[in-house]
């Protein structure tokens, strides 16, 4: 017998509490982004529906028939045989969420009913365990749904409007006969659209909660793995500071080994690497960053340096120092290594020329001293108290004074040597260059008087 079978004398879609209250609640659903609420208002909703859909072949008296059944009792009667039917789709296909999705909305079905239904909550909880139970025992026992719609019939029948028999079915057979024609066509019509569309829900909804699951862990794995990265490249940088270069090395090895494009990794063992003499290693570590960023300035800089001071390969590290130049012009890092790059070319042509007392070649100003006139130049523009640019350009023109003396070259060259020692006592060596431009200066003053 139906729990709400002794609680009813009159039982219509009219006097239905649950049917308003349903239209109102679902106003508030996000469709786009259901949580189980969504989900419990949504099985509400569906048990509603029961016994309204067209049955094909419905007459009017069958018409007459159903509308005692569309009352709060027989609402709940669908409503807990369609719980029914999650909870073992859930346990079955989505056992790890089945506690966090049925619970709650079983919770739910017993607040909402046991208040519409005035009946104690207790007592309700408990006849609403029990009807499930029998749901279980049956289910248990093997049976189908024929022998599941059948216990669910008897139990839509007690619920029938203000013609209810509240301690057994009707003695009307003629009725009896109709009603129950009534309820299996309905049930018939709701296992197959209803029931499918509730388990489609909750299937849509585990599969997003799954999937925002997934995100969230990896995404907290990534999470966790750049705190490591990041732990495992400070305690490289603490190292360097100490000159443990070996130890910081490994750090930063570790730090690739979890993410090979860490670019500051790359940079920091590339130049590691060159500090100990490791130079193919070294540019692979640095063409790897490149490849990772090739944006990035830092990179082309340094594999520059590695070609020029290291192997030697002076075309290479030429295009190097222009990429790294272009990238950041800014920076005065790239004109000063092309700048040194240019003067060593140019130094190597006049060594060539006195070699072969080609004076004259000599005294040539080649393209490669102007560049790197130039360059040097522009790193005093962006960093004016750079005394190796002040002491790298005073060279220069003083090597050009002592080719044919002339004037300009050497005041140049004074004043840069001048600025230079004035920064950086350490270049103290070139005093006795200045003095010999000062010589030079006053003998081109006299032979310019005579």
């Known amino acids: 017998m139906s729990i709400f079978s002794w609680l009813f004398s009159k039982n219509t879609e ?7 209250w349903i239209l109102q609640e679902m106003k508030k659903v996000d469709i786009e982004n259901p949580d189980v609420y969504a989900l419990f208002l ?9 016994g309204k859909s067209d049955i094909k072949g419905q007459d009017d008296q069958n018409l007459q028939v159903s509308k005692q059944y569309l009352g709060d009792a027989t609402i709940f009667e669908i409503a807990a045989y369609t719980y029914y039917r999650v909870e073992i789709w859930l346990d079955k296909e989505q056992p790890e969420l089945a506690k966090q999705i049925a619970l709650p909305i079983r919770e739910w ?21 029990e009807q499930l139970l029998r749901y279980r025992s049956l289910t248990s026992a093997g049976t189908g749904l024929t022998e599941l719609h059948l216990e669910l019939e008897q139990r839509i029948l007690l619920t029938k409007g203000d013609r209810f028999n509240k301690q057994s079915l009707a003695k009307d057979s003629a009725s009896a006969a109709l009603d129950s024609q009534y ?16 388990i489609a829900s909750i299937r849509q909804y585990c599969e997003k909660h799954s999937k925002m699951k997934f995100e969230e862990k990896k995404s907290k794995g990534q999470l966790l793995n750049k705190n490591h990265e990041q732990r495992d490249y400070l305690y490289g940088m603490a190292l360097l500071e100490q000159k443990d270069w070996v130890r910081a090395c490994n750090a930063f090895t570790k730090v690739l080994s979890a993410n090979p494009k860490h670019y500051d990794a790359l940079i920091q063992r590339g130049l590691l690497y060159g500090t100990l003499g490791q130079y193919v290693d070294a540019l692979q ?7 990772v960023n090739p944006n990035e300035s830092a990179a082309y ?3 520059g340096n590695c070609y020029h001071r290291s192997l030697r390969v002076k075309d290479k ?8 130049i272009r990238l950041s012009p800014n920076n005065a890092a790239g004109y000063f290594g092309r700048g040194e790059l240019y003067d060593e070319i140019a130094l190597h042509k006049e060594k060539q020329a006195l070699e072969k007392n080609d004076h004259l070649s000599y005294a040539h100003v080649s393209e490669e001293f102007l560049e790197a006139i130039h360059d040097y130049s522009q790193v005093i523009v962006l960093e004016p108290e750079h005394d190796a640019a002040y002491a790298n350009r005073a060279l220069l023109y003083a090597r050009k004074a002592r080719a044919y003396q002339n004037m300009d070259d050497i005041t140049n060259a004074i004043a840069d040597f001048e600025k230079a020692m004035s920064l950086n006592w350490e ?24």
Do not use: C
């Open 14 to 20: 009219k006097n239905s509490m649950v049917r308003k």
């Open 42 to 50: 949504g099985l509400i909703q569906t048990a509603v529906s029961w």
């Open 109 to 129: 079905i017993a607040e909402k009913f046991h208040t519409v239904l005035y009946v104690d909550e207790r007592l309700f909880n408990q006849l609403f365990e």
């Open 183 to 198: 309820i299996k066509d309905s049930l018939a019509k709701y296992e197959e659209i209803n029931i499918p569309e509730v």
């Open 285 to 291: 570590d640095f063409t790897a960053a490149i490849e």
């Open 301 to 303: 800089l340094h594999r």
């Open 317 to 324: 590290s030429l295009a190097d120092y222009s990429e790294a």
């Open 427 to 450: 270049h103290g060596y070139l005093y006795k260059q200045q003095d010999e431009m000062k010589e030079l200066l006053e003998d081109s003053q006299l032979e310019k008087e005579a």
